[in-house]
């Protein structure tokens, strides 16, 4: 490599690593989630489109949890789920908006209606491609006619604690706050994903791919979000 080839890649890393800028490190960060995801996405979806060894063990641990369901886990379950369906996020999304119109926060409000109800369309066109049927059983918690994958309220919750997270590690000084939002964040996920796969509404693969898939829109919709408002602070200083 010639020595000005070596000082133009030298000066490119540099540019992706920088915090600030118009294509620094969010962008770098922001791509390599998307890359990470789509291809965890990919995996899971090959492996069920082929029925491998994936389909079996998605099968053993929806019928076990069927089969040792129990009060009041069951009950709390249900309510867990039902504060994530369609209604309850809808209202959860619109409070979030608001909150971040109260806070002078456009960018973060344009990226929760792009990531939230853009990534609830996606997630239906990923069903209605796939078409999977959902788990079965002679005694079920929850009957669903709806396609199984993936998983549309472990999307939901993604996208949503997934922008609210965002925000407030973004916005918050201290690390200790950021690393506590983070935890509750996916803690909440993982809640909502469990409580679907206990519930008999979905297999484990689902809500994997649903995280999957809606962690990599979450990166689209942030990283654009953020690449235009750096584009307009850098030409308003111009």
């Not at 990166?219 to 408002?229: D, E, G, Q």
């Amino acid at each position: 490599m010639s020595r000005i080839a070596y000082n133009k890649l030298v000066r490119f890393l540099e540019a992706r690593l920088t915090p600030g800028g118009e294509l620094g490190l969010h962008l770098t960060a922001g791509v390599a989630l998307l890359v990470a995801a789509v291809a965890v996405f990919a995996e899971i979806a090959e492996a069920v489109g082929e029925g491998d060894d994936i389909i079996r063990l998605d099968e053993q641990i929806s019928l076990w949890f069927n089969q040792h369901a129990f009060e009041p886990l069951t009950s709390i379950m249900f309510a867990f789920t039902n504060l994530h369906g369609v209604p309850a996020m809808s209202v959860a999304s619109c409070l979030l908006g608001l909150w971040f119109w109260h806070k002078r926060a456009p960018y973060w409000l344009l990226a929760l209606v792009l990531a939230v109800p853009g990534g609830m369309v996606l997630n239906v066109l990923l069903k209605n491609t796939f078409q999977r049927v959902r788990p079965a059983f002679d005694e079920p918690l929850l009957t669903l006619a709806t396609y199984s994958f993936p998983s549309g309220h472990t999307a939901g919750a993604t996208l949503f604690y997934g922008v609210l997270a965002s925000y407030l590690v973004m916005t918050s000084p201290r690390w200790t706050t950021r690393i506590a939002v983070m935890i509750g964040a996916v803690a909440m996920v993982l809640l909502v994903a469990f409580s679907r796969v206990y519930l008999g509404a979905h297999f484990v693969s689902d809500v994997l791919a649903a995280m999957a898939e809606s962690a990599a829109w979450l990166a689209v919709c942030i990283t654009a979000v953020s690449s235009l408002r750096r584009r307009r602070a850098a030409r308003r200083d111009q």
